[in-house]
């Protein structure tokens, strides 16, 4: 079992940076995939960023604002957010990938003046 705590979610105003970290604990043998989905009210959730052996991949909405980024000695994957708009409002979820996903609890970040 692995468990994943997020941090860093808070209100900012837009154009304002934020950094969500997320920290993996329990039985990591190996993590491939880790990186970061988010889910707007009344919508579903979607991919922000991942990363793995392969490179990263972000959604299209945040290429440019966006880096994701991990650190394979802390277990810890991050998500540097710059440049927030209102429309990236939404409770960000960690996610990590052994032979099984995990999520984690969700932050919420919200961009508002």
């Known amino acids: 079992q692995v468990q994943l705590v997020e941090s860093g979610g808070g209100l900012v105003q837009p154009g304002g940076s934020l950094r969500l970290s997320c920290a993996a604990s329990g039985s990591i043998f190996r993590l491939n995939t880790m990186g970061w989905y988010r889910q707007a009210p009344g919508k579903g959730r979607e991919l922000v960023a991942i990363?793995?052996?392969?490179?990263?991949n972000y959604a299209d909405s945040v290429k440019g604002r966006f880096t994701v980024s991990r650190d394979n000695a802390k277990n810890t994957v991050y998500l540097q957010m710059n440049s927030l708009k209102p429309e990236d409002t939404a409770v960000y979820y960690c996610?990590?990938?052994?032979?099984?996903?995990?999520w984690g609890q969700g932050t919420q970040v919200t961009v508002s003046s």
């Open positions: 996610y990590a990938t052994t032979r099984y996903a995990y």
């Open positions: 990363t793995n052996g392969g490179g990263t």
